[in-house]
């Protein structure tokens, strides 16, 4: 009924597998998992960054990359990072207006899309963006962690490469870190592997065997999640200490914008009991967070923002409990309002 977690670093000689950082037996069947949900050829890795990096190598030197100016911040500081040392260009756009996306592509190698997006919860319209980069010859990527591949199917709609951070939904028990990239082109599938048995930034078999465990219960999680999410959104719209929802109509990830300024809304992370406080998300485990108590935030996403991870509580818990931390604290009751330099 379960699949073993194979312990090994090298195997024997003239066998299947080789040695650890070529392949495992576990990964494999957590890569097998993932590649019938989105349906292409999965690679796993160490975590979503590793993964990240690794499509973002298959740039050449000196390469362009085509970017919208928000994502997960990972991903912008590694553009950035990129773009500073000369290693490549990148031509920022707004993928939500198709004819400069269009127009940015010609000569470009890669088209990095994230929808929706990390924290401001943006969504593009995937299908005419990929069909632009397809016609440009340009290699488009969906980072498309916050959807999952019970939402969105970015393959499907005509994407090359897809990036998950599995450490999100796809595990969805904040117990570990992994990323996984799937891709159609068997090619750019051997290319991946082939990089990742040289770089090492290969994912842990217990890992792996972790997120298959969490993958058995993706659907359940993200159904109940995403109806709890739903109702949250339509109580939010009422509340007097929120100013703003941000939801996209699908997911489980809600971001509000809290009446007053970061110490106020700092404050509501440090009154509620169940809702942990804490970054990251995808858990069973509702969170939230001010996301710019990190520096390296977009300047982009307001001060008041609090992210919201929903999971998989009971609704009315979570309501209670969100409610009561909206109302005012006494002053000093949220914790350190100076950013802190990462969070995810
Ligand atoms: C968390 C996250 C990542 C980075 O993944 P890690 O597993 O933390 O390395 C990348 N993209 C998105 C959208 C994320 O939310």
């Known amino acids: 009924m379960n699949p073993p977690i194979v312990l090994s670093s090298t195997f024997h000689a003239g066998g299947e597998m080789a040695y650890g950082r070529y392949g495992n037996p576990t990964w494999e069947m957590f890569e097998s998992a993932v590649g019938a949900l989105e349906g292409g050829a999965a690679t796993s890795y160490a975590s979503g960054m590793a993964a990240i990096a690794a499509v973002l190598d298959l740039v050449p030197e000196g390469g362009t990359v085509v970017a919208g100016p928000h994502a997960y911040h990972g991903t912008l500081a590694m553009l950035a ?13 707004d993928p939500t207006d198709l004819d400069a996306v269009v127009a940015a592509l010609p000569g470009a190698d890669l088209l990095w899309l994230e929808s ?103 659907h359940l999680r993200m159904e109940r999640a995403q109806a709890s999410a739903a109702e949250l959104v339509k109580r939010l719209r009422g509340h007097r200490r929120v100013t703003r929802v941000h939801y996209p109509g699908f997911g489980a990830i809600v971001s509000i914008e809290v009446e007053g300024d970061a110490a106020t809304a700092q404050a509501v992370c440090g009154a509620t009991r169940l809702w942990v406080h804490t970054t990251s998300l995808g858990g069973v485990e509702s969170s939230l967070e001010r996301r710019r108590r990190w520096a390296g935030e977009h300047p982009d996403v307001p ?30 009751e949220g914790g350190p309002v100076a950013a802190a330099s990462y969070g995810v």
């Open 81 to 93: 990072q990129l773009e500073e040392r000369g290693r490549v260009t990148v031509r920022r756009v």
């Open 116 to 218: 929706p997006t990390n924290p401001l919860l943006h969504v593009v319209d995937l299908p005419p963006l990929l069909a632009a980069a397809r016609e440009a010859g340009v290699v488009s990527v969906v980072d498309s962690t916050f959807a999952t591949p019970l939402l969105q199917r970015p393959l499907e709609d005509g994407a090359a490469v897809v990036v998950h951070s599995a450490t999100k939904y796809l595990s969805g028990h904040s117990d570990l870190l992994m990323g996984v990239v799937v891709v159609r082109d068997a090619e750019l599938a051997r290319r991946l592997v082939a990089h990742r048995s040289l770089h090492g930034a290969i994912p842990g078999s217990v890992e792996a065997w972790l997120a298959l465990r969490g993958m058995r219960t993706l």
């Open 303 to 332: 001060e008041t923002l609090l992210r919201l991870s929903v999971g998989i509580e009971d609704v009315d818990d979570l309501w209670r409990d969100l409610d009561s931390a909206l109302e005012p604290a006494p002053s000093g």
